[in-house]
């Protein structure tokens, strides 16, 4: 195998050095970062039980953002003026 040598200066030096794990050479450490990392990597990564129950919680909260969304957007034609007088009733 070939070899090409390159610049690098000092920081970028000492931070490929912190990433270095025990007995990787500075190749090995530029390799494994710049490898292509695919979605694939973390199938199997949560139970089924678990994802669907990660799942139930995003539907929650995106049905949370969507119903926070209407009741500002209704308050703005209700209120032109924009002001929050009370804490509770901005995020409300």
Do not use: H, P
């Amino acid at each position: 195998m070939s070899s090409m040598s390159i610049s690098i200066s000092e920081e970028v030096y000492a931070r490929l050095d912190a990433e270095r794990r025990e007995g990787e050479t500075f190749n090995g450490i530029i390799s494994r970062l710049t490898k292509k990392k695919s979605l694939m990597g973390i199938v199997g990564f949560l139970k089924e039980g678990d994802a669907e129950e990660l799942w139930d919680v995003i539907e929650e909260m995106r049905e949370k953002s969507r119903d926070r969304t209407l009741r500002i957007n209704q308050r703005g034609k209700d209120d032109r003026s924009g002001r929050c007088y009370d804490r509770r009733d901005c995020f409300a």
